[in-house]
């Protein structure tokens, strides 16, 4: 079944974005008027983050949420066959000090947040880098779509492990020098150990802090 799907996200990634981009409108019209694909979580969750706008407001957010959520899954299946020249093309990044750094023979750990599509960020980081990037990732649920992803991610060689891998493989992964990113912003996979605190009026569990790993 992975190569059939993978298959199908081959043939699809070979059409021009401005032809995906036209599905993606498509896809977005139906996750949100026909199956309404987790809406009454995410309308939900804007009513508590933003108590003061009207309910007309927060559909906008909620319309303009799904659009980026349905791009960022077609710009990745895109990656597929997208060339190098392309993918410069759409993503950039200043990677100086960082290599300055390497350079010293410090290993480095990048923390980002989930505010563009985090698939470009790690394939421009580990194409500019000069030390082995290493990217801690949460597996997809279904095994099909994470190994077609898994293998988008590992393009330039990110080296890849499974949050719930971190701890057994750190020491393994780590003996040579290395740059670490981790998208911060991640639900904690034990609440009992995060920081809680409220977030946009609902208390929410933080990371404690990603250097405890290590």
């Known amino acids: 079944m992975y190569y059939v799907v993978y298959g199908f996200l081959w043939l699809c990634s070979l059409l021009p974005l401005r032809v ?3 599905f993606s409108e ?9 199956f ?9 969750n804007l009513q508590i983050a933003f108590p003061e706008k009207s309910a007309k407001e927060r559909i906008r957010i909620a319309k303009s949420f799904y659009r980026n959520f349905i791009d960022t899954f077609i710009e990745s299946v895109k990656l597929i066959t997208m060339s190098d020249r392309q993918i410069e093309k759409h993503s950039s990044g200043e990677f100086d000090l960082i290599n300055k750094l390497a350079d010293q023979g410090k290993n480095i750990h990048v923390m980002a947040g989930h505010q563009f599509n985090w698939e470009f960020g790690n394939l421009i980081f ?6 082995p990037f290493v990217g801690v990732y949460m597996p997809i ?6 190994r077609v992803f898994y293998n988008i991610r590992k393009r ?5 492990i499974s949050a719930q891998d971190f701890k057994d493989k ?18 904690p996979g034990d609440p009992s150990n995060a920081y809680w605190m409220d977030f946009m009026g609902k208390p929410a569990p933080f990371v404690t802090g990603p250097a405890k790993g290590l």
């Open 26 to 34: 498509l896809f977005y019209g139906l996750a949100f008027y026909v």
């Open 156 to 160: 330039y060689g990110t080296v890849l």
């Open 36 to 44: 309404k694909y987790r809406r009454k979580v995410v309308l939900s």
């Open 170 to 187: 750190r020491h393994e992964v780590f003996a040579k020098q290395y740059t670490l990113g981790l998208a911060a912003d991640q639900n």
């Open 126 to 131: 580990a194409k500019h880098l000069k030390v």
């Open 141 to 146: 649920s279904n095994k099909i779509l994470d």
């Open 20 to 22: 995906l981009y036209l």
